[in-house]
C-alpha cells in the first residue's frame, strides 16, 4: 500500500525557517506534491517535484530525493499567515493524489 | 488555473436519506476527482470522475454507496447514499486542468453532518 509520513505538529517564530518532511512508501511513483490549508479552506497548490532536487518559489522551496523516498519543504521568512496545515501528496500517473497525514504548523510572533 | 464551486457548501441529514453534491469547474479541465476529509484530518481520494464513463473508486468505497456522475468535462455530482452518522464529513471535489500541468484545484467543500 502506500504512505506517507509527516510531523504532525511544528511551532516557528515570524521570520524564521522550517522544515516540514514527507518519508513516503509507495508503488508507481511519479511525483510529489505540497498543499497548504488553512483551517476552514480549500487545499492549495505550493509545488510539485517529479526529479530529484530542490524546486524554488519564491519563499517556498520543495526538495526530493526519490532514492531516499523522502522529501521536505522549506519555508523561509515565516509570517504569520503561513500558520496552516501542510500536506505532502503522492501522484501516481494517472494523476491522483494521496495525501500524507499532514503537519499543522503554527508561526508564533 | 480553474475556480470550482460546490453546492450545498453544508448541510444537515437524517440518517438512511441520501444527499447529491454537485461541483462546476468554470473551464473544461482533464481530471475530476473527489475526496474526504474529516476536520483536523487529511483528505482521502473516494474517486475520479470519468467523462463518460464509470467512476474509478478507491479502496473502501464502493459505487452503490458512492455513485458519481461526470456528464461533461466541467461538471460532476456525488451522491452519499444510506447516510449514517459516520458519513459526517468534508467533502471536496477536485480538478487538474491538462496533462501539462501537475496542480489540482480544490473547491470549497461540502460539510456534511448526518444525525
Given amino acids: 500500500g502506500q504512505s506517507l509520513e509527516q510531523p504532525s505538529e511544528v511551532t516557528a517564530v515570524e521570520g524564521a525557517i522550517v522544515q516540514i518532511n514527507c518519508t513516503y512508501q509507495t508503488s508507481g511513483f511519479y511525483g510529489l506534491s505540497w498543499y497548504q490549508q488553512h483551517d476552514g479552506g480549500a487545499p492549495t497548490f505550493l509545488s510539485y517535484n517529479a526529479l530529484d532536487g530542490l524546486e524554488e518559489t519564491g519563499r517556498f522551496s520543495s526538495f526530493l530525493s526519490r532514492s531516499d523516498s523522502y522529501g521536505y519543504l522549506l519555508l523561509q521568512e515565516l509570517q504569520m499567515k503561513d500558520s496552516a496545515s501542510y500536506f505532502c501528496a503522492w501522484m501516481d500517473s494517472s494523476y491522483k493524489l494521496i495525501f500524507g497525514s499532514g503537519t499543522r504548523l503554527l508561526v508564533r510572533p | 488555473s480553474a475556480v ?7 448541510d444537515i441529514c437524517q440518517r438512511g436519506t441520501s444527499l447529491t453534491i454537485q461541483c462546476q469547474v468554470d473551464s473544461q479541465v482533464t481530471m475530476m ?20 464513463s464509470e467512476a474509478t473508486y478507491e479502496s473502501g468505497f464502493v459505487i452503490d454507496k458512492f455513485p458519481i456522475s461526470r456528464p461533461n468535462l466541467t461538471f ?10 459516520e458519513d459526517s464529513s468534508i467533502y471536496l471535489c477536485s480538478a487538474k486542468p491538462g496533462t501539462g500541468n501537475n496542480e489540482q484545484f480544490f473547491g470549497p467543500g461540502t460539510r456534511l453532518t448526518v444525525l
Fill in chain 2, 4 to 10: 470550482i464551486s460546490q453546492k450545498p457548501s453544508r
Fill in chain 2, 33 to 52: 476527482f473527489w475526496y474526504r476529509q474529516q476536520p483536523g484530518q487529511s483528505l482521502t481520494l473516494i474517486a475520479t470522475a470519468n467523462q463518460g
Fill in chain 2, 76 to 85: 460532476s455530482t456525488l451522491t452519499v447514499s444510506n447516510m449514517s452518522p
